[in-house]
């Protein structure tokens, strides 16, 4: 069973759309990540939520946290070739665990 | 040079050759991982080393092994590798304090097994 389920699998958008993808969970989080990975990278953190009901923005791109801190989801307006890129989310149940990640979000950009 | 460094980059080995991947880096950060990347499967937690104490083993094959000779390096020695071993290996560090430390992640080293 994956602990953080990740949908959709794949996306491919035309530029100027928007975009949400989501990260859902049965099991409640201390806190929760954002990270993008590019191809021949590593991820890179964009975002940490910890408080439920939680909302940070990044330029375009729009992060929640769930009331009960057991999903998220990644919010992107007008989304240029830029934003393409694996989009992985990540979370912690408790105090400095490691974190546990989910199988991500592939998303293509088209020009 | 700043952040986490992994090398080699790419590496291809035999079945029975033995190599070692690693890690530095200068962020200042008190721990460091080792997480595997498979297609179409989660990042897989195999080591941590907070303090330069190893913390966690997630049920890893012994023909991996785990060095931290000190907290800005980690390293992965492999021997009598499987193909299906063929993965991207990710090493990141953080900060062990808080709810919010984030990974720093190097680029990984594309490693297959032949």
């Known amino acids: 069973t994956q602990l953080l389920e990740q949908s959709p699998q794949f996306l491919s958008i035309q530029e100027g759309e928007n975009l949400t993808v989501y990260c859902n969970s049965s099991?409640?989080?201390?806190?929760l990540q954002w990270y993008r990975q590019e191809p021949g990278e590593g991820p890179v953190l964009l975002v940490t939520?910890?408080?439920?009901?939680e909302v940070k923005k990044l330029k375009r791109l729009t992060f929640q946290f769930g009331d009960a801190r057991k999903d998220s989801s990644l919010h992107i307006t007008a989304a240029q070739p830029g934003d393409t890129g694996l989009y992985l989310c990540?979370?912690?149940?408790?105090?400095?665990?490691?974190?546990?990640f989910g199988k991500g979000t592939r998303l293509s950009v088209i020009a | 040079e700043t952040g986490v460094t992994q090398t080699p980059r790419h590496l291809v080995m035999g079945m029975t050759n033995k190599k070692s991947l690693k890690c530095e880096q200068h962020?200042?950060?008190?721990?460091m991982y080792w997480y595997k990347q498979s297609a179409k499967k989660p990042l897989e937690l195999m080591f941590v080393?907070?303090?330069?104490?190893?913390?966690e083993n997630n049920s890893v094959p012994s023909r991996f092994s785990p060095e931290c000779p000190n907290s800005s390096h980690l390293f992965l020695h492999l021997h009598t590798l499987q193909p299906e071993d063929s993965a991207l290996y990710l090493c990141?560090?953080?900060?062990?304090?808080?709810?919010?430390?984030?990974?720093?992640f190097g680029s990984g080293t594309r490693l297959t097994v032949v």
């Open positions: 990141a560090s953080s900060q062990v304090s808080g709810l919010t430390g984030g990974y720093t």
């Open positions: 099991s409640v989080f201390s806190s």
């Open positions: 939520v910890v408080t439920g009901g």
């Open positions: 990540a979370a912690r149940r408790s105090g400095n665990t490691p974190l546990v």
């Open positions: 962020l200042g950060h008190n721990a």
């Open positions: 080393y907070s303090l330069e104490e190893r913390v």
